[in-house]
């Protein structure tokens, strides 16, 4: 484990006693290094921990990234706005895509997907509206044994991704943090209205 | 005659590219290049600011992995990297560019025009239709249920003229839509139409728009109808980086701004097809996802 000499703070540069620093912008956040070459170095060491940590799993949450891409890149801590910024670069340039979901309070959330897992995602996605309008319910758990088999680390989280974006699309609803059900009414409504 | 051969032969047609899922506005709307047949005439903007109408020619198509999604305060759709667009200054921009060095933020480019006058054909309804299809919660061959972003601002009956039946579901409200019946609508008035289904489906509680990226082809059609309602307009994305979210919020007071700001681009690595696409007027260039391209 090492620190990291990078920061969205030219102040803590400063305290290492950096006299010449750069910076790069990233979005709307600017990071700062000893050089420049230090900077885009450790900004690369970032972004491909990002990206592996991505494609070994289906989706993630935006903490469970960063906590898998802090250990990746052997990091003793990470601020949350440079790991901010680093994620946004690789969302720029399309390693990565984010999925909108909704949460049992009706809040959105982002979850994210490596590029090359996207068209999984989105068949994953389908065969749970398929089981879901079939069986008019549907749990996390069964559905992760469907995808996974074998429980693993984040696969009850990426089934319940793929549960809470039909949520947000409207196709389902939760009963509780466990399970969705087919939103009801939507047959009625269909029928009463030919 | 042997003049005129030379002229003929150094003559470069402009050209440039573009992506198969861009949007071109044609004398019935916003079309998808992939749903256009060449020669066509397209809208664009000659060398005075003008609004005026082209042929445009097929040239090339090729396969490649990435394209663009390129917002500005007033439009937004996917571009090609390789494809240029013109800034308000006349400059020509890479798209691509904007993506490698995050410079969407500084470029300022026209606004869309009016296109109210324009009238709606089968081909764009299917394109919306489909979108919709898309995005609904439960799709039944012709009619199909969206989830309403908002809720709380919804009159649930009495849509005027043009009734889209609202439900409440639990603490949520969905609206159901017959495609024979909207389709009727959009002829008869599509700005109306896509101004009521957006209030219905799009609207959230906070009073702005919500598109999923996706959503794209029926953005292009409610920024025109509101644009047509001399309404400004402010696009919101997640970051400049990347959104997965379009917000489209109404300004109020102010007229409506002929020059806008980019907000985001970034990269989607997927495969896409690049279509090249050429015209003779070289003082003239054609509109693109409400953006105005430029040649070479």
């Known amino acids: 484990m090492r620190e990291l000499n990078i920061s969205v703070r030219k102040s803590d540069l400063e305290k290492m006693g950096c006299s010449d620093i750069s910076c790069r912008r990233l979005g709307g956040v600017a990071v700062y290094g000893p050089s420049i070459h230090v900077l885009d170095q450790e900004i690369e060491v970032i972004s491909a921990a990002i990206n592996h940590s991505a494609k070994d799993h289906l989706s993630l949450a935006k903490n469970v990234l960063g906590k898998l891409t802090r250990e990746g890149a052997g990091l003793e801590s990470m601020e949350k706005r440079l790991f901010g910024s680093i994620l946004g670069r690789q969302l720029r340039f399309g390693h990565l895509d984010s999925i909108v979901c909704a949460s049992i309070s009706g809040a959105y959330f982002r979850v994210y997907v490596h590029y090359t897992r996207l068209s999984e995602f989105h068949d994953w996605l389908g065969h749970a509206k398929s089981i879901l309008s079939k069986e008019g319910i549907l749990e996390v758990m069964s559905l992760e044994k469907t995808i996974f088999g074998v429980r693993r680390y984040n696969t009850w989280s990426s089934s319940a991704h793929i549960l809470s974006h039909l949520v947000y699309i409207g196709t389902a609803e939760y009963v509780d943090e466990y399970s969705v059900r087919l939103t009801p009414g939507f047959c009625h409504a269909i029928c009463q209205d030919r | ?296």
């Open chain 2, 1 to 296: 005659m042997n003049i005129q051969c030379v002229l003929r032969r150094d003559f470069v047609m402009p050209s440039v590219k573009i992506d198969k899922q861009s949007l071109m506005l044609t004398q019935e709307g916003w079309s998808l290049v992939s749903d256009l047949d060449f020669p066509r005439a397209v809208y664009g903007i000659d060398r005075h600011g003008r609004f005026s109408v082209e042929k445009i020619v097929f040239q090339s198509r090729e396969d490649i992995n990435k394209r663009v999604f390129f917002a500005t305060e007033s439009a937004f759709g996917f571009f090609s990297p390789n494809s240029k667009i013109c800034d308000n200054s006349g400059k020509k921009l890479l798209v691509g560019d904007l993506v490698e060095n995050m410079s969407v933020a500084e470029k300022y480019l026209e606004s869309i025009p009016d296109i109210s006058t324009l009238k709606i054909s089968c081909k764009s309804i299917d394109e919306i239709w489909h979108v919709l299809r898309e995005s609904a919660a439960y799709d039944d061959k012709d009619q199909l249920v969206l989830r309403c972003r908002g809720g709380r601002l919804i009159g649930v009956n009495g849509m005027g003229s043009q009734e889209i039946p609202v439900v409440k579901c639990g603490d949520r409200f969905f609206c159901t839509l017959k495609r024979d019946q909207i389709s009727l609508w959009f002829i008869e008035d599509w700005a109306k139409t896509i101004r009521e289904l957006a209030e219905i489906w799009l609207k959230t509680n906070d009073g702005v728009f919500e598109l999923k990226r996706s959503e794209y082809v029926v953005g292009m059609w409610l920024l025109s109808a509101l644009r047509g309602d001399k309404n400004d307009i402010n696009i919101i994305c997640d970051t400049q980086q990347h959104t997965v979210l379009v917000l489209v919020e109404m300004v109020d007071g102010q007229s409506t701004r002929a020059v806008k700001r980019g907000v985001c681009a970034f990269y989607i690595l997927t495969p896409s097809e690049e279509v090249t696409i050429g015209w003779s007027n070289s003082s003239w260039n054609p509109i693109v996802n409400g953006v105005v391209l430029a040649s070479g």
